[in-house]
């Protein structure tokens, strides 16, 4: 496991017990994190978690209402935002449309007091890097929105910040140029090494892009974990169902056994899973299934033994997704892959199917 | 554009309303363009074309009285509207980029509410004010009038512009290590400059072409193109006036231009 907390040496950004209240709403409660050098960092949540005002905190376009912000080690929650060696992708990029591109990448090191010639050059090398250089004279608005894209993440780097922050900064673009950019951006980190911290909605792009994810909601922590730990092992409801699909089950807990939970789901049936601290028998708690660990069979091949008949098969490209009404029971999802290998024949709606779990696929959660 | 089904072109009476209401707009224009090219002393015969007015303005027996009127006047409303336009940028950067604060709408509602304010009630405050503080009126009185009440009309194409700037541009600034004072000369103000251009030029137009004001707080003995005009109508109408009108005419359409053709550079950016 990578979910581990970062060294005091290698933590970037540390952030520290911070509230944020507008008035008498709180956008963020007690925020605590630390983000290590070197780190492909996502802050993911739904629109309104927080995740944006802690992004613009640590760029410092926003108080903090209580707590502390250190940067490798220097305290900087009042400091202005450019008193701070971090830089923005902004959203919608605010690349400066009266500036050419050259003008746009050189700017912050000419800011900072570099040459005019040395912050060219640099812009220069920075467009090769994002392989824009044809367009260096350009204005930016005669540039596509991935090339916006590309210029913005050029300028933000330009003088090499300690860290760079991206406000949701593929969300503009459409979805082959969403996905190319994910990987342009992960190589772009690793090329840099310098801290990336990404805020984003899609958990897909959290996914497949960061080294660790912090899920967000309501302005309170949920989840800190690598993405695999989060999609396999997600620590309650709100993380099970923002991550991926799932089955979320409404059970009621029978008895607890050396470690594992029988749990009642309705209909005869009783599902086991692994007990977690603080539940007891005849406690109403969940179960999450993810659907891509459930599959379909004509006779039984697991001690569960969920059986059911098919409702509805729903074609999703790389795999068909069926919802099963089990009999006595409640719906459940099973995803099966769309290939030619394994077992993966489609029932029919009307069929009697049995759903079938992978060992551990159940986890059990509470609200 | 979609071809619409309810395209107004198509409704009855179109046609006549549109001459009717470009000949009231415009056929006093045209009369008085065309006859200030007329050779004839009479205002009303034609009797051929010629630039004879023209050459009376600049060189006949009151071309110096219209001179220093005209030079009076392009003065004024060059100091007069730099300085409005100075001072409505700054209003509108303190009003729209300093976030919430008391009192806002009301300064909105302050600093635009002169343009309905009736033109002969500020001149009359105007020239009450002037006498009270002792102020000898002559040039600089109508200078600081014109000041005064070119302000509103500079604001409002600049705080427009200005509501349009989102401000990550200059967070952006900001990130990228500029002081507040970089942000604002070099992202905010280029940015702001057609707005600023619009507002200039309008101010310019209006203390231009301002009678009212200007003859209430006028010394004696100093004219603006407007007063000079006026008092030579006073004495009849003749053609030189035509002249002069069609030329400010002309200037102001030259302006108009400009401006629109700025605003309309600006869209592409």
């Avoid at chain 1, 960092?41 to 502390?68: H, N, Q, Y």
């Avoid at chain 1, 009404?325 to 394994?342: F, K, M, Y």
Wanted: net charge neutral; with cysteine.
């Amino acid at each position: 496991m990578i979910n581990t907390t970062p060294e005091k040496s290698q933590i970037a950004v540390d952030i520290n017990h911070v509230t944020k209240r507008y008035g008498t709403f709180t956008a963020l409660q007690h925020m605590s994190l630390s983000i290590a050098d070197n780190e492909f960092f996502t802050l993911l949540g739904p629109s309104g978690c927080g995740k944006t005002t802690l992004l613009r905190m640590i760029a410092g376009f926003e108080d903090v209402t209580e707590g502390e912000i250190y940067l490798f080690g220097d305290e900087i929650e009042n400091l202005p935002p450019n008193k701070r060696p971090v830089n923005t992708v902004f959203q919608n990029y605010a690349l400066f449309p009266h500036m050419s591109v050259t003008d746009n990448v050189a700017f912050g090191l000419e800011m900072l007091g570099r040459s005019k010639a040395e912050a060219r050059t640099r812009a220069g090398e920075m467009l090769e890097l994002v392989q824009l250089s044809q367009f260096a004279n350009r204005k930016p608005s005669q540039l596509s929105g991935g090339q916006q894209q590309r210029v913005a993440l050029a300028r933000a780097l330009a003088p090499q910040p300690k860290v760079l922050l991206l406000d949701e900064p593929l969300s503009a673009l459409d979805l082959k140029l969403r996905q190319a950019m994910r990987y342009e951006l992960k190589s772009l980190q690793r090329e840099t090494g310098i801290t990336f911290i990404f805020v984003t909605h899609d958990q897909e792009e959290a996914l497949t892009m960061s080294d660790r994810i912090a899920v967000m909601s309501n302005g309170e922590l949920q989840q800190l974990g690598a993405a695999r730990d989060i999609y396999e092992a997600p620590h309650n409801v709100f993380v099970a169902n923002f991550i991926g699909e799932t089955n979320l089950l409404d059970v009621t807990v029978k008895h607890i056994t050396g470690g594992r939970a029988t749990c009642d789901l309705g209909g005869d049936y009783a599902l086991s899973c692994d007990a977690i601290d603080g539940v007891s028998a005849g406690a109403q708690v969940h179960l999450s299934v993810r659907p891509e660990r459930l599959y379909l069979s004509e006779t039984a091949t697991d001690a569960e033994g969920l059986e059911g008949r098919v409702r509805d098969n729903i074609f999703i490209g790389t795999d068909i997704q069926t919802i099963v009404a089990l009999n006595n029971g409640p719906e459940i999802i099973v995803r099966t892959s769309n290939s030619d290998r394994g077992s993966s024949r489609i029932f029919e709606p009307g069929n009697a199917v049995h759903v079938n779990m992978e060992a551990g696929a159940a986890r059990l959660l509470v609200d | 554009m979609t071809k619409r089904t309810h395209d107004i072109r198509r409704y009855p009476g179109f046609l006549p309303m549109t001459i009717l209401c470009l000949t009231l707009l415009y056929a006093p224009l045209i009369v008085v363009t065309i006859y200030s090219f007329n050779s004839s002393n009479s205002i009303t015969n034609w009797e051929g074309l010629s630039l004879r007015w023209y050459v009376d303005v600049f060189t006949g027996p009151e071309a110096e009285k219209f001179k220093r009127a005209a030079w009076n006047s392009f003065t004024i409303a060059l100091i007069a509207a730099t300085t409005a336009t100075t001072i409505a940028t700054l209003a509108a950067t303190g009003m729209i980029r300093a976030g919430q604060f008391k009192l806002r709408t009301l300064s909105f509602g302050l600093i635009s509410l002169p343009l309905m304010v009736p033109e002969i009630v500020t001149a009359v405050a105007t020239l009450i004010f002037f006498n009270s503080i002792g102020f000898v009126r002559g040039y600089t009185t109508i200078l600081l009038a014109h000041i005064a009440f070119c302000i509103p009309f500079a604001y409002m194409p600049i705080s427009a512009r200005m509501q349009g700037v989102e401000d990550t541009y200059e967070q952006a600034a900001l990130d990228l290590y500029a002081s507040k004072r970089q942000a604002f000369t070099k992202i905010l103000l280029p940015l702001m400059m057609p707005g600023i251009i619009s507002g200039f030029l309008l101010a310019f137009i209006i203390s231009l072409d301002d009678f009212i004001i200007t003859n209430f707080v006028k010394g004696a003995g100093v004219e603006t193109l407007p007063t000079a005009i006026f008092g030579a109508v006073k004495q009849g109408i003749k053609p030189n006036i035509m002249a002069i009108s069609t030329m400010l005419l002309a200037v102001s359409i030259i302006m108009v231009t400009i401006s629109y053709f700025i605003s309309k550079s600006d869209n592409k950016t």
